[in-house]
Every structure is written in structure tokens, then in C-alpha cells.
């Protein structure tokens, strides 16, 4: 009996070492300090509801976070839970390796809260939640009062045609510029907007699946970019710029436009006063519309996680109201329950902006294609570059459509032969 006892005793004693030394391992993709602090104090706060388990946090620097991730993958060091830009999405969830969170939605109390767009969105592959969104980040643009002032340009520019001679007026001062080009990492969002803009259209495929790319009103939009740059309204160097280039480049004044989400109010606010900037609808094409990028970003559970049920659980921890609202304060997008309206910090004079767009019925939320498996690949390879090769004069506008439109037409082509 006492032998009995001691073995209960022994196996409690084991049961509980392996309860502490638990780990779950998250990784973060689009990072920042300030992003990775508050990930740390949600984190902190499920760790203390869940005693004996710990998580390591993982953060890849969004500039070459798709080939880190890949190479961890194909080494077999996978996280349990995983930060996911729609851009992966359909990549990871297509090839198995995501779980499917429809089983722990059903049961969880704050579904009812979650915005139709968010389930909407984190079922775009297979109509399936293979990811949470944790929120939505919409393209506006930012422009600098007191420089438009000093260049005198007296309104801000409503038109494509207005916003390349207000970047011109700018560009006359000595060390200014119009456009904080994103030439770099995540580039893609501003070419589609002002190719969009220009086509009239944000329809990125005919119905034969062939791509629009290369049809005459987007290499028109294609060509309105590089020209802003062969023209000097965008620093020499943007070629290069990714994120925290181009936003520095707005709050040092060396720019006087930016286009961006709600995110870059983290930095901006931080360093200019809010008077002295203003955020309006993108501007607008030669039919009156614009098309504005809507993305999303959220958490993922991997497949191969072994803690599947305590991963849930730090991914709810993440998305329930508390956490889904101090994330997002930090991170800038628009939260994903429908209960954050009533937050004061989002009726703020910041935001109004992106509301003024999101009103505008001529301003039209677009959402990059991707449910193709392809798609993560040509945004953070091949549209990196061949648009700099194309701002630096190695191949022509034209060029850059046709590559664009060949690639995506296999891509859309396949997905609709596999229907």
C-alpha cells in the first residue's frame, strides 16, 4: 500500500514537472519595440492564468520575415502559434500545416462580437478559420500641413493629377520631397492603389483568369509611380524603403505625403503634433474612384502544435476584447469586435481620416488576391524586384506589367483548373 502511495506521489510529482516546463512558442512577423512590448504584457497576463505553462516569443523583422519563417518551417522548428499576415494565409493553410480554429469558435464566448468581416476574412481559404484577424489595417493618406504650406499648395491634393504637381511644388524646396515612396519590403500595397486608381478598376483577373496587369490602365498607374520617382518627388533613396523608412521619412519632413494605416499613428503621433498633419482619402483617378488596400493580420495555431488546447487559449487571450483592444492601441489597425466603436481612443480626431474614407462611396476597400498560394511569394520576392529594377531604369513599365501579369495568370489559372 505504502509502495502504491509513493508511486501516486512520484506520478503527481512528474505530472506537475511537466505541467512547468511547458512551453508554447509564438512568433511575431511584423514587429516593432513598441509591438513586441505589448505582446509581452498580453502574454504575461496568460501565462499568470495559466500557471506551469511559458512562452517563448519569437520575433522575425518583417523585412525578411517570409524567408525566415520558410526556413524554420523546412527545418522543423515550428511554433505552436503564429503571427499570420493575410499574404501567407492561403500558402500555409493550403499546404496542411494550419489548424483549423471552427471547433474552438463555435464554443468561445466573444464569437458573437467579432465582426462579420473578420470571420468573413479568416475563412478566405476554404471558407475555413485557419486564422483569428486580430485587425484591419486600410491604406489613407497622410499629408504634412506645414509643408504643403511652404510649397504653397492651398488644399490637399483630391486627384492623382493634383497630387503629382503638389509633390512637384514640394519637391522645388531644396531637401524636400512629395512621396514617401515604398520601394522596399511591403511595396506592393502603393502600386496597386495608384495602378487601380488609374485603371478604374480593382479587378485583378478576367474571367478566363488571365491578369490585368498588363492592360493598358494599369501600366498607365504602374508608369504614374515610377514617374514620381524618375521626376525626383520621391527621395533618391526610397528605392530601398520599407516601412519605418517611409514613415520616418514623413515625421523628419523630408516628404510631405505618406500613404499608410492607422498603424504609422504610433510613431507620427509620437513625434509631430497633431495639427501640423492630416490624414485624407487616397486620391482619386480619372474616373472619380480610388481604391484604397484593406489588409488583415492575425494569429494562426500550427498543425503540428502538441499543446493545441493551451495554444487556443493564448490565442484567445490575444483576440477577447481586453487583449484584441491594447494590441491594436499599439499597432494601429482597427480592432476586429464590434464593441471597440464605443473605445474613445477610436473616436478620436486621429481616425477620422480612415472613417472619412471608409464613408466615401467612391473610395473603394480592396483586398489583394490571397487565397492563391502563389501570391505570398510574388509580393515578397518577385514584386520587390522587379519594381526597383523598374524605378531604376533596367526595364520599362510595360516590362514590369507583363512579368507581373504572367506570373499572377498562372497563379489564378491554376486555382480556378483546381475548383
Known amino acids: 500500500m505504502k509502495r502504491l502511495i509513493a508511486a501516486t506521489l512520484l506520478a503527481t510529482l512528474m505530472a506537475g514537472t511537466a505541467l512547468a516546463d511547458t512551453t508554447l512558442k509564438l512568433v511575431e512577423v511584423i514587429t516593432s519595440p513598441e509591438r513586441t512590448e505589448t505582446l509581452k504584457s498580453i502574454v504575461a497576463k496568460f501565462e499568470s492564468a495559466n500557471p506551469g505553462t511559458k512562452v517563448e516569443i519569437i520575433s522575425l523583422p518583417w523585412s525578411d520575415a517570409f524567408q525566415k519563417f520558410a526556413t524554420m518551417v523546412s527545418a522543423g522548428d515550428v511554433p505552436d502559434v503564429m503571427e499570420m499576415p493575410d499574404t501567407w494565409l492561403s500558402l500555409y493553410a493550403n499546404n496542411g500545416m494550419l489548424e483549423s480554429l471552427e471547433p474552438y469558435l463555435k464554443d468561445w464566448e466573444h464569437t458573437k462580437s467579432l465582426s462579420d468581416r473578420a470571420l468573413e476574412l479568416g475563412r478566405d481559404v476554404k471558407d475555413t478559420a485557419y486564422m483569428l484577424p486580430y485587425g484591419f489595417y486600410l491604406r489613407a493618406m497622410f499629408y504634412n500641413k506645414k509643408l504643403l504650406e511652404q510649397a504653397g499648395v492651398t488644399a490637399p491634393p483630391k486627384t492623382l493629377d493634383e497630387f503629382a504637381e503638389a509633390s512637384k511644388k514640394v519637391a522645388a524646396i531644396p531637401g524636400k520631397y512629395g512621396y514617401c515612396l515604398r520601394g522596399g519590403p511591403g511595396g506592393l500595397n502603393g502600386w496597386v492603389m495608384f495602378g487601380a486608381s488609374m485603371a478604374g478598376s480593382n479587378t485583378f483577373f478576367n474571367e ?154 467612391d473610395a473603394v476597400p480592396t483586398t489583394m488576391p490571397t487565397y492563391l498560394e502563389e501570391f505570398a511569394f510574388f509580393k515578397d520576392s518577385l514584386v520587390i524586384k522587379t519594381s526597383q529594377e523598374a524605378l531604376l531604369g533596367d526595364i520599362t513599365p510595360e516590362e514590369l506589367a507583363k512579368q507581373w501579369a504572367e506570373y499572377m495568370t498562372k497563379a489564378q489559372q491554376k486555382f480556378l483548373a483546381s475548383k
Open 208 to 361: 478566363d483568369g488571365t491578369s490585368t496587369f498588363d492592360s493598358p490602365g494599369w501600366v498607365k498607374g504602374l508608369t504614374y509611380v515610377v514617374d514620381l520617382y524618375k521626376n525626383g518627388l520621391a527621395p533618391k533613396d526610397s528605392v530601398n524603403w520599407g516601412f519605418n523608412e517611409i514613415v520616418a521619412g514623413f515625421y523628419s519632413g523630408t516628404c510631405a505625403f505618406l500613404d499608410q494605416d492607422p498603424d504609422a499613428l504610433i510613431a507620427i503621433a509620437q513625434r509631430m503634433k497633431a495639427e501640423d498633419f492630416g490624414i485624407m482619402t487616397m486620391p482619386k483617378g480619372p474616373d472619380g474612384k480610388t481604391f484604397p488596400t484593406i489588409g488583415f493580420a492575425g494569429w494562426s495555431m500550427m498543425a503540428s502544435s502538441a499543446n493545441k488546447d493551451l495554444s487556443w487559449k493564448l490565442i484567445s487571450t490575444l483576440e477577447a476584447p481586453e487583449g484584441n483592444i491594447e494590441w491594436n492601441k499599439k499597432t494601429g489597425a482597427l480592432p476586429v469586435h464590434t464593441t471597440a466603436e464605443k473605445d474613445p481612443f477610436y473616436a478620436s480626431e486621429q481616425f477620422k481620416g480612415w472613417f472619412d474614407e471608409l464613408a466615401d462611396k
